[in-house]
């Protein structure tokens, strides 16, 4: 399997741009998360689909931020207008089973420049 | 909620086996404990996990206590490739019942030759 697998690896744009970030689970995996991580404040929760339906967004920030995953295979995190404070490393991360006892795997990140 | 406790930070040299205490006062009764790695520019990796008393795998181990307040990762003869951030993971419990995972600080290991 080639684990999860994020796209794209890096993404540089200017603020007020829209910036879509991609994921795709390990195949069968039914719980999707996506995490933010910087310097300041680790690695934040944003939200997390169980199969296929949004079970926490607690973690979002704000309207900017949106989330979704049309199919079991595919989510899409998206930042519409971006801004520099939006600077970070975004991880996806898939597990199988109930959340609390299933290890995550996660994907290699996508690190986003807001200039 | 439950909520995860590590030191920043520990250094080791090479050889020695390093112990790090991860403790979570809240944990739930059918919440289980799990340990990742995390190398520079890579998302955090899964190492070990465990419900009570000990687990052991081939890269570390894992002790609970029967309170499982707490726990502790062990890993047996430490190298300079081990130098890295390692976190405890347990559940968070949501009001509306479902679980969340949120991740601490987490410690950073620093391996010395």
């Known amino acids: 399997d080639a684990g999860v697998i994020q796209s794209p690896r890096h993404e540089v744009t200017e603020m007020g741009q829209e910036v879509t970030l991609r994921c795709k689970p390990i195949?069968?995996?039914?719980?999707l998360f996506w995490y933010r991580q910087t310097m300041m404040r680790g690695l934040e929760l944003l939200i997390y689909?169980?199969?296929?339906?949004?079970?926490?967004d607690s973690g979002m920030p704000e309207d900017r931020f949106s989330a979704k995953m049309p199919n079991a295979s595919f989510s899409t995190l998206k930042i519409q207008p971006s801004e520099p404070r939006d600077s970070a490393v975004y991880f996806c991360?898939?597990?199988?089973?109930?959340?609390?006892?299933?290890?995550?795997?996660f994907g290699n990140g996508t690190r986003l420049t807001v200039t | 909620l439950a909520k995860t406790t590590q030191p920043i930070s520990m250094d080791s040299y090479e050889g020695q086996e390093v112990n790090i205490t991860c403790s979570h006062n809240?944990?739930?009764?059918?919440?289980?404990i799990t340990w990742y790695q995390q190398f520079p520019s890579q998302g955090p990796r899964f190492i070990i996990q465990?419900?009570?008393t000990k687990v052991t795998n081939e890269v570390a181990s894992l002790f609970i206590p029967a309170d499982r307040k707490s726990s502790t990762l062990s890993l047996p003869r430490v190298s300079l490739s081990d130098t890295a951030v390692y976190y405890c993971?347990?559940?968070?419990?949501?009001?509306?019942?479902?679980?969340?995972?949120?991740f601490g600080k987490g410690t950073m290991l620093l391996v010395s030759p």
């Open positions: 993971l347990v559940g968070d419990r949501m009001n509306s019942g479902y679980s969340t995972l949120t």
């Open positions: 195949s069968g995996h039914n719980s």
């Open positions: 689909f169980n199969n296929n339906v949004p079970i926490d």
């Open positions: 809240n944990i739930a009764t059918n919440d289980y």
């Open positions: 465990g419900y009570k």
């Open positions: 991360a898939s597990s199988f089973g109930q959340i609390n006892n299933s290890p995550l795997h």
